[in-house]
């Protein structure tokens, strides 16, 4: 029984994804921070789920977490790593507290630098483990090749990822391990139910608000029409397993809408942008 490593496993594309390899027949170390979570998530998936304790960001868990996927491997080779923990932070860059812009960057992307680290040599960069050799699948977004206004941190760190991946698909060509990029666009997970928990009572003196109570009734409605976490799913197995995968699958509800922002000249779609928010200049 081959075996994956999935972060973030405890709601959204991570619990899916979790969920999808467990019924492909996979032994699945699902990463979360609660034991409650834990706990819920083996009862869930039954006896191939192992839970793994640990946040992204504290790297001494991590590795401990990644000494004790290698004794239950018994010397076997990682499947893969779905590099998937994240969360979005929102606000205006003038205002945003640097706290919160630095605490977007340490999950989304140096949480995952630290898993590759951890889990790398289990994928086969340890040349004393046998069988095939492991992927990773970074989990990105269409934000990964588009800066959204008021959500520069989270458009940063998806940014952060896709140069990453690109990096380190070409750095671990040594070993035979490939790095394959999935960039969904909105999905149905909670990630944007939260945005209605933001508080904007610190922006209640920007001239940012209006702007910012637009974008948030946005994402709420992108997650109401958002795919199914469970396609995203799909796409993680099959970047895990073709033959011959793509470097980086975009998956959206509305491809059409992402084909027109990608052709338009930037100063027109900023305009657009701009005029839908109330970003212009008065006067």
């Given at each position: ?39 819920r998530?083996t ?6 789920f192992?839970?793994?304790l ?5 790297e ?39 706290d919160?812009?630095?605490r ?6 140096i ?11 289990l ?10 050799k492991?992927?990773?699948v ?7 090749k ?16 896709e ?19 999935v960039?969904?666009?909105?999905v149905k997970?909670?990630?944007?139910s ?5 508080d ?12 910012l109570n637009?974008?948030?009734?946005f ?12 396609r ?5 197995f ?22 027109i ?23």
């Open positions: 029984m081959r075996s994956v490593v999935v972060t973030g496993a405890s709601t959204g594309i991570g619990w899916a994804i979790a969920k999808f390899m467990v019924g492909r027949g996979y032994r699945v170390f699902g990463s979360v921070r609660k034991q409650a979570d834990a706990d998530l009862g869930e998936f039954g006896a191939n192992t839970p793994l640990f946040d992204v960001t504290d001494a868990a991590v590795l401990a977490a990644a000494r004790n996927v290698r004794e239950a491997l018994g010397g076997e080779t990682l499947a893969g790593l779905v590099n998937n923990a994240g969360v979005a932070v929102a606000g205006p860059v003038l205002e945003l507290s640097v919160d812009f630095r977007q960057m340490d999950i989304n992307v949480g995952p630098v630290i898993a590759t680290q951890a889990f790398g040599p994928l086969g960069a340890d040349p004393s483990l046998k069988g095939p492991g992927r990773i970074m989990i990105s977004s269409v934000a990964g588009n800066g959204n206004p008021l959500s520069a941190p989270y458009c940063t760190s998806k940014h952060a990822i140069g990453l991946s690109e990096s380190l698909r070409r750095e671990l060509m040594l070993f035979g391990i490939d790095v394959i990029i960039a969904p666009g909105a997970t909670p990630i944007w939260k945005a209605e928990e933001i904007l009572s610190v922006y209640q003196n920007s001239p940012y608000l209006p702007a637009k974008v948030m009734a994402m709420m409605a992108l997650g109401a029409k958002g795919l199914p976490a469970e995203i799913a799909e796409i993680v099959e970047a895990l397993t073709a033959a011959s995968p793509k470097v980086r699958y975009q998956i959206t509800p509305n491809p059409m809408r992402h084909l922002g990608a052709v338009l000249p930037k100063r027109t779609l900023d305009r657009i942008i701009a005029k839908q928010l109330g970003l212009l200049p008065q006067g």
